[in-house]
């Protein structure tokens, strides 16, 4: 209970910036972060072979202290413009803490050489972060003695315990999109809360701006027969005075005419492995993950595995051609 109670104010810390010095990745994020793409670069919305895609991704972290949804929706079109929807939620399991954001995202295809892309990306919409002062516990309500006593009163005040603004992102990037092809390469580079979101959740005059968020991925796809493809992939984020980086790779087996098999994993440097496993199977994407510490730096490290099941389905129009997904610029 004393750990739960630890990882609480722990986020209620970076995401109030009670403390200036004190910045870190304070966004939801996934290990998974190929279901939910528009969260790692607006620019690859619509990045599938389909005509519509929904995703849902959940992660319990910390002893399953935290909590974290995602959905999106995503539709390319024939007019250079491809359009999304994706909302998170990270909340606390008792319901101290929520962060809930909302984007609608725009990506513009029209800049290409035959079947390479450039693509320019940006997304728009709310962010809000909120506390349930009942369901804190501070300082001033444990006893010497007796231990924490929910009938003392705080002296602690929040100004607001719920703040929300306006937050804007955009990214570029790059695919090689040629059919057949051996080895596509895809790179991109985007940066998030381009407007600063600020919180102001003490006091009126204590306003702390979210940090921007800043990424860069590359990597590729090798066709190695018609059965069987590998790809690499490198991730780096910085958000504040904290940075990840992130390599891997999966295999996608060739199981049958509409079905295919992922195997993979992730190492998040200095923080954890996270090993994957998946299929398709006629337009329905299941995905499972367990990131297992791999770094004893932290003292919370005991209490930092996660687990993360995801889902996804595409579809295509009536008088579409079904095809497998291309999984090139979506890793």
């Not at 994706?86 to 606390?92: A, E, K, L, R």
């Not at 910085?238 to 980086?245: A, H």
Request: net charge positive; aromatic share 14%; glycine share 8%.
């Amino acid at each position: 209970m004393k750990n739960k109670i630890l990882h609480i104010i722990f986020a209620v810390l970076l995401a109030g910036g009670w403390d200036q010095s004190l910045y870190a990745q304070v966004d939801p994020h996934f290990s998974q972060y190929f279901i939910q793409p528009m969260s790692l670069n607006p620019a690859l919305t619509g990045a599938i072979e389909g005509d519509y895609r929904v995703s849902a991704v959940w992660r319990t972290q910390y002893a399953n202290t935290f909590s974290t949804k995602g959905i999106s929706a995503e539709m390319p079109t024939t007019k250079n413009m491809n359009f999304g929807l994706n909302i998170f939620n990270q909340s606390s399991t008792d319901g101290a803490y929520s962060y809930t954001n909302g984007y609608i995202s725009m990506a513009y295809t029209g800049v290409r050489f035959k079947d390479h892309y450039l693509v320019m990306g940006m997304q728009a919409g709310m962010i809000n972060r909120r506390f349930n002062v009942s369901k804190l516990q501070f300082g001033d309500q444990w006893v010497s003695g007796v231990g924490y006593d929910p009938s003392a009163q705080t002296t602690e005040v929040f100004y607001k315990p719920s703040v929300s603004s306006v937050d804007i992102s955009a990214g570029l990037a790059y695919y090689d999109a040629t059919p057949d092809k051996k080895v596509n390469v895809f790179a991109g580079v985007s940066a998030f809360h381009l407007t600063k979101p600020d919180g102001a959740f003490i006091s009126k005059e204590n306003k702390s701006a979210l940090p921007m968020r800043y990424s860069a991925h590359a990597g590729a796809r090798i066709m190695v027969n018609d059965f069987f493809n590998i790809v690499p992939n490198v991730l780096y984020m910085r958000q504040g005075n904290v940075d990840e980086k992130m390599v891997g790779a999966y295999l996608q087996i060739n199981a049958s005419e509409k079905t295919d098999i992922m195997l993979g994993a992730n190492l998040r440097l200095n923080d954890a492995l996270s090993p994957f496993a998946g299929f398709y199977h006629k337009g329905l994407t299941f995905g499972l993950s367990y990131d297992v510490t791999a770094s004893t730096k932290n003292s919370m490290a005991i209490n930092r595995n996660s687990l993360e099941l995801s889902v996804s389905y595409t579809w295509w129009k009536k008088n579409s051609i079904p095809t497998k997904p291309f999984y090139c610029p979506r890793f």
